[in-house]
């Protein structure tokens, strides 16, 4: 349907609420049905707005560097989009690491954070340890110039026995961190102390900053 490898099923199930909308269904949906993301869901929506052809017609997220010029383009900035994915769970291993597209971000309201586009990368959530503030295949954005932990904040954390973890950092005594997984099922997801000393092991990639909504 319209270059989407999800089936009919599976949009009337999105469409019918039995399936939750996540940011890329959303995105697709927007192109197929042509409407505006935020018109539907506006936490999902929130700093993203569709780019448009020369046409008027809707065109999805992902867009290429080279439509730059493309009317309006002036009030974007374009995030690349990496294959890389931030483990919320175990770890993920990313051995080969590809940009695959770009996102389109309003600059008045990357701005407002404060953030610089130069500073920013997109790359996608695997597996379900920071449930429910970020989910399986939630797309993050990351600024790479905040690599010094903050409490309470998400960052991306390289770690060399881990692989990419994304990871909320609490403090804890005698300067140590706790690499805390939101889901409450410890069992599964435990928590983990971190300590500034081994930087050579836990290596802060970037903070994440939006998820399809602020965190």
Not at 64 to 69: K, Q, R, V
Not at 124 to 135: H, L, Q, R, V
Not at 144 to 160: A, C, M, R, T, Y
Not at 198 to 205: A, D, F, G, L
Request: net charge negative; aromatic share 8%.
């Amino acid at each position: 349907m319209c270059g989407w490898n999800s089936g009919q099923s599976a949009v009337s199930q999105y469409l019918g609420g039995k399936l939750a909308l996540n940011l890329e269904a959303l995105i697709k949906l927007s192109e197929v049905l042509d409407f505006e993301p935020e018109d539907v869901s506006p936490t999902l929506g929130r700093g993203v707005t569709r780019k448009k052809d020369s046409t008027g017609q809707g065109k999805n997220k992902s867009v290429d560097l080279s439509n730059e010029e493309e009317d309006g383009a002036d009030n974007y900035a374009f995030i690349p989009q990496y294959t890389a994915m931030a483990a919320a769970g175990a770890g993920h291993d990313n051995p080969h690491v590809e940009i695959r597209s770009t996102l389109a971000f309003k600059k008045e309201w990357l701005a407002s954070k404060g953030l610089q586009p130069r500073n920013l990368r997109v790359i996608y959530a695997d597996g379900e340890s920071m449930w429910p503030t970020i989910n399986d295949q939630d797309v993050l954005l990351v600024d790479s110039s905040q690599v010094e932990p903050v409490d309470n904040g998400v960052f991306v954390i390289e770690s060399g026995a881990d692989g990419t973890l994304v990871k909320r950092l609490v403090r804890a005594p005698l300067q140590q961190w706790i690499l805390l997984s939101d889901n409450t099922d410890k069992a599964a997801y435990p928590d983990r102390f971190y300590l500034r000393s081994e930087s050579n092991e836990h290596q802060i990639v970037g903070r994440v900053i939006w998820r399809g909504g602020d965190l």
